[in-house]
């Protein structure tokens, strides 16, 4: 008898792992929350696009269609794209939509054993444990709750989602004494173009945040605004931005950042003293909320501005999103793995028929 997969997520990762476990004889079956495939794409502004020149993000199988002349598609696109390919391999009839699963349990062997265990599984075959995985999925907009058994789980549920990362304040300084509004890039995104665009319409705006959501929020803001009513960027760290097309003996810069070597760029837990005084050097601002806005401290002097809308494109908890999907709390600390590891999340989770797709390059 065929052994029954549960993929959570329809999205990038969600369909690979989809199309890949048909071919391997499998039957999986993929939970979706939403009403389409795509997973961030999805929830897109408008004015977004690639930041990796489309070479560089397509399927090994299914390049871009010839009418894709763009280096780099927007959002439509690509959402056009990853549709095509649901199509071209079938993959549709396998989605059950709408289905957010709520909580994901294990009926087999005991903690106490799998703990023991130095082998994936226990015994180093993919479905070598003698249990079963229990999902329990909700479908959205109704209150039924339904339990599915599958011998595998593939997690696709992705970090740039889900949960958001909110800035903490001292007392007083925090989000609850602006008189304006204040939201996260996660809710703006989700938001129909028209109505994002009324929303930011002559606003006075700050966007916390330098990452990719913030510079693309950042642009809709001025277009929308011009001079009128600027918009700030607010960042901790300092970020120097690359331009592209850069090649350094005719290779691209893009590879020296797709690449492991790149980690050690990367801020990490139990960072050096050193790589501490750096980043403290490096970012000196600090900020607060007040009534009229957000208060900017830089250099031992303090600017207030004034504003109505304050967008934190302050990122996401991708870990904590991955614990809240496990109702066993042996499971939660599995999936966070060791505090001290450098990539604590899929290098330290090997032992048990979970698996977790992380980041992919190049699809």
Same mark, same amino acid.
């Given at each position: ?8 997520? #329809? ?8 199309k890949y476990t048909v071919e391997k ?21 408008? $004015?977004?696009?690639? =930041?990796?020149?489309?070479? @560089? %993000?397509?399927? @090994? ?32 009839? %396998? ?14 062997? $005991? ?33 039924? !709750?339904?339990?599915?058994? *599958?011998? @595998? ?14 800035? /903490?304040?001292?007392p007083n300084h925090g989000l609850e ?16 173009? $028209? &109505?994002?665009?009324?929303? !930011? ?10 990452? &990719?959501?913030?510079?693309?929020? #950042? ?9 009128? %009513? ?7 760290? *300092? ?36 790589? +501490? ?14 009534? /009229?806005?957000? *208060? !900017? ?22 870990? /904590? ?6 109702? +066993?709390?042996?499971? =939660? ?7 001290? $590891? ?6 330290? @989770? ?7 797709? *992380? ?5």
């Amino acid at each position: 008898m065929e052994k029954q997969v549960a993929i959570i997520g #329809a999205g990038l990762s969600g369909l690979l792992a989809c199309k890949y476990t048909v071919e391997k004889g499998f039957r999986p079956i993929v939970f979706e929350a939403e009403g389409k495939i795509g997973g961030v794409w999805t929830k897109t502004i408008e $004015s977004t696009k690639l =930041q990796n020149t489309k070479e @560089f %993000y397509q399927f @090994f199988d299914f390049p871009w269609p010839p009418s894709v002349k763009e280096l780099y598609p927007n959002s439509t696109q690509v959402k056009d794209y990853i549709e095509s390919y649901a199509l071209h391999f079938a993959l549709l009839p %396998y989605v059950k939509f709408n289905s957010k699963v709520m909580g994901i349990d294990y009926d087999g062997e $005991s903690d106490t054993e799998m703990e023991s265990w130095e082998l994936w599984g226990g015994t180093g075959k993919t479905f070598g444990s003698r249990g079963k995985w229990r999902i329990i999925v909700q479908e959205v907009g109704k209150l039924s !709750i339904q339990e599915y058994e *599958v011998e @595998f789980v593939i997690l696709c549920i992705g970090q740039f989602s889900g949960v958001p990362n909110i800035p /903490e304040f001292n007392p007083n300084h925090g989000l609850e004494v602006f008189k304006g509004n204040v939201m996260h890039s996660m809710d703006y995104s989700a938001m129909e173009n $028209s &109505k994002a665009a009324e929303l !930011i319409k002559g606003k006075r705006i700050a966007i916390i945040g330098s990452q &990719k959501s913030a510079v693309d929020i #950042a642009a809709e803001c001025a277009n929308a605004n011009g001079i009128d %009513y600027p918009c700030t960027m607010i960042q901790r760290t *300092v970020h120097w931005m690359i331009p592209a097309g850069i090649n350094i003996w005719g290779v691209s810069i893009g590879y020296l950042y797709f690449n492991r070597f790149s980690e050690l760029l990367v801020h990490k837990p139990d960072e050096t003293f050193l790589h +501490s005084i750096l980043a403290t050097l490096l970012s000196p601002l600090s900020f607060r909320f007040c009534r /009229e806005g957000l *208060v !900017i401290d830089e250099n031992r002097q303090s600017e207030t501005l004034k504003l109505d809308l304050v967008i934190l494109a302050t990122g996401y908890k991708g870990d /904590e999103k991955l614990k809240r999907i496990f109702l +066993s709390r042996t499971f =939660q600390n599995c999936i966070m793995g060791s505090q001290t $590891s450098t990539v604590p999340l899929y290098r330290s @989770f090997h032992k048990l028929e979970v698996l977790v797709l *992380v980041t992919i390059h190049k699809l």
